[in-house]
Nanobody, 123 residues
């Protein structure tokens, strides 16, 4: 059984920063890719960022490029999302996802999902 646990969400003012973490557990789990998605109230879940585990290739949505950085710690089986210069429109529930095989990293086809963590940016 694979579990993903997010942490690091909270309330921050416009221009502030937060760092989200996503820890994957499961005795034999090896991620091919881990991604972050977000869902604002009344909206669909959108892709934010993804990282390919073996190559460290990264992918970002246009709305967060140059402000957010995804990274990983293989030893801890953990992915991170550093979010800088946050804006009110970044307010959403952020969920991490992991997949053990190749996939298109910005699509919602990940096998495993976390419960999500709330990020609120005040104006």
């Amino acid at each position: 059984q694979v579990q993903l646990v997010e942490s690091g969400g909270g309330l921050v003012q416009t221009g502030g920063s937060l760092r989200l973490s996503c820890a994957a557990s499961g005795r034999t789990f090896r991620a091919y890719a881990m991604g972050w998605f977000r869902q604002a109230p009344g909206k669909e879940r959108d892709f934010v960022a993804a990282i390919i585990w073996n190559s460290d290739s990264t992918y970002y949505s246009d709305s967060v490029k140059d402000r957010f950085t995804i990274s990983r710690d293989g030893a801890k089986n953990t992915a991170y999302l550093q979010m800088n210069n946050l804006k009110p429109e970044d307010t959403a529930v952020y969920s991490c996802a992991a997949h053990p095989r190749p996939l298109v990293p910005w699509r919602h086809e990940y096998a495993y999902w976390g419960q999500g963590t709330q990020v609120t940016v005040s104006s």
